[in-house]
């Protein structure tokens, strides 16, 4: 029997369901789903180091997997079911160089790269969640729509398990092209929608709930549950300490809502005494998080939310004809479906929401990438947001800061070669529109003809010495 539920979020209905039943809002009222647990009634290791014990076990795959090694903390699934492909595999790394920039000191800043997943984003381990939970209810046909990663995600389960086929929904020229050709080497059916992020998973939604289509964006509240599991692996890396802050990149808002709920449960199950706090940053052509959140003092109020603020919101941004707009193509998503569960994260956390420039996010994409972690745009808004919440004075130089690097520096290769191109109409092309007008971290390709002594000179070398 499962001690596992499916539970509506809105605690004036808090209607219930079982887990075997397919849904992405509650029937009843509408409102996101939560996993929830019986607690009580599973057995729970009593400290966290005892999940250091199942890496000695690792040719079991679910003892190899950076999800399911932590499974007593998403125990809905039967291990037969669960559908993995080795995901999870990322590290925490400790970036003194970095901090050293952001006025920090050592031992401080630390970078939990999440590229390093099979499909190269931390879609990963959610899609592993989703993947399992649609296995468990026979799903023959999965969804999602996409800004790039969850479709790869997807895609890429599909193709390994073979256990469902695949559709994916992407906006038209609105997805990196790495993102784009892992989707179509899957083997996904790629739909590219005449509009926009916001606009594709509106479809996609309605399609899914018009036919038997299991629906894979981070609505499915299994996502979320897998999602978890990379703060655990961050608690793992700092020896299961917990730091003062998480910084992670906000666009659908999954993620962010995800860490809450693992350290709101932590904590619950006395696994770690303390939180950290959460600092999610939006790009400023996509900052409705940030805008509701900092000017219209929208918060989770016990999750009595004041619906008007936010429809007033969204009527505001249709009348403008305002569209998400950003560099970070991730992120690029102005009515976030999860609003609601990452303001729940918010006040669990005691978090925080700043936007940032193109500009920003392009100039701290390329110092990570200098450090040593290549990553894409979106995860670029980490450092940036750091950097702000440092001035702020909000992150001391002593804080522990742990980054999310959501995406691999190989998704999105066009920004990063327009960034340190000295290529003038490429730069007005990919930089100029979004107020890049510099790129003070540039390591520009020299030119050089196909020549040796040109090439010496270029390399700053005298000509070669006869008989040496
Ligand atoms: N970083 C990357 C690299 C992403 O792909 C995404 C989301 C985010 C950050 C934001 O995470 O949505 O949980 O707040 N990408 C989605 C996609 C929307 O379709 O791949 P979030």
């Known amino acids: 029997m499962s001690h596992a539920h499916q539970a509506c979020l809105n605690p004036n209905c808090a209607a219930t369901y079982d887990i075997g039943q397919i849904l992405t809002g509650c029937p009843a009222c509408g409102h996101l789903l939560d996993i929830r647990y019986d607690w009580d009634q599973i057995q729970v290791p009593s400290s966290l180091e005892e999940f250091e014990a199942r890496w000695s076990n690792r040719r079991n795959p679910l003892d190899f997997s950076g999800v399911w090694r932590f499974r007593e903390l998403l125990p809905f699934a039967p291990d037969e079911q669960i559908v993995t492909i080795g995901e999870g595999q990322t590290i925490l790394q400790q970036n003194d160089r970095l901090a050293k920039q952001l006025g920090m000191n050592a031992d401080r800043l630390f970078l939990q790269y999440e590229g390093l997943n099979p499909s190269g984003s931390f879609k990963d381990n959610g899609m592993t969640a989703a993947s399992t939970h649609a296995h468990m209810v026979g799903a023959e046909m999965t969804a999602c729509a996409s800004t790039g990663n969850t479709s790869a995600s997807l895609a890429i389960y599909a193709g390994v398990s073979g256990l469902f086929q ?46 038997p289509i299991y629906l894979c964006n981070s609505v499915n509240p299994f996502r979320l549950e897998g999602q978890k599991t990379i703060m655990l692996r961050v608690l793992e890396g700092l ?91 991730a992120i690029e998503i102005n009515r976030p479906v999860n609003l609601d569960k990452a303001l729940r994260a918010i ?106 002594a040109a090439i010496l000179e270029a390399l700053d070398l005298p000509a070669a010495i006869p008989g040496q």
Request: proline share 4%.
């Open 166 to 211: 695949c559709v994916v929904f992407v906006g038209s020229g609105k997805i990196a092209y790495g993102k784009l050709s892992q989707a179509l080497d899957y083997g996904a059916k790629t739909l590219q929608i005449r509009g926009d992020f916001d606009d594709a998973l509106a479809r996609v939604r309605e399609i899914c709930d018009q036919h």
């Open 239 to 329: 020896g299961w300490e917990v730091p003062d802050w998480i910084v992670v990149p906000g666009g659908n808002l999954g993620n962010c809502s995800a860490f809450g709920k693992a350290f709101q449960e932590l904590l619950h199950l006395g696994l770690i005494d303390r939180v950290p706090r959460l600092a999610i940053i939006n790009a400023a052509g996509a900052h409705t998080l940030e805008q509701l959140v900092n000017s219209h003092d929208l918060a989770w109020n016990s999750g009595d939310l004041d619906a008007s603020t936010v429809g007033d919101y969204y009527q505001g941004m249709d009348a403008r004809n305002e569209r998400a707009n950003t560099l970070a193509s």
């Open 347 to 452: 006040a669990v956390c005691d978090g925080v929401v700043r936007s940032v420039p193109d500009q920003e996010i392009a100039d701290a994409r390329a110092m990570i990438a200098a450090a040593g972690f290549g990553c894409e745009p979106a995860s670029g808004a980490t450092i940036a947001g750091v950097r702000r919440l440092r001035e702020e004075g909000l992150i001391g130089a002593d804080d522990r800061v742990a980054c999310v690097l959501t995406g691999h520096q190989l998704k999105d290769p066009d920004l990063t070669v327009a960034y340190h191109s000295t290529d003038e109409a490429l730069r007005a092309k990919k930089l100029t529109p979004n107020g890049v007008m510099e790129t003070p971290h540039a390591n520009s390709p020299v030119v050089v003809d196909n020549d040796v």
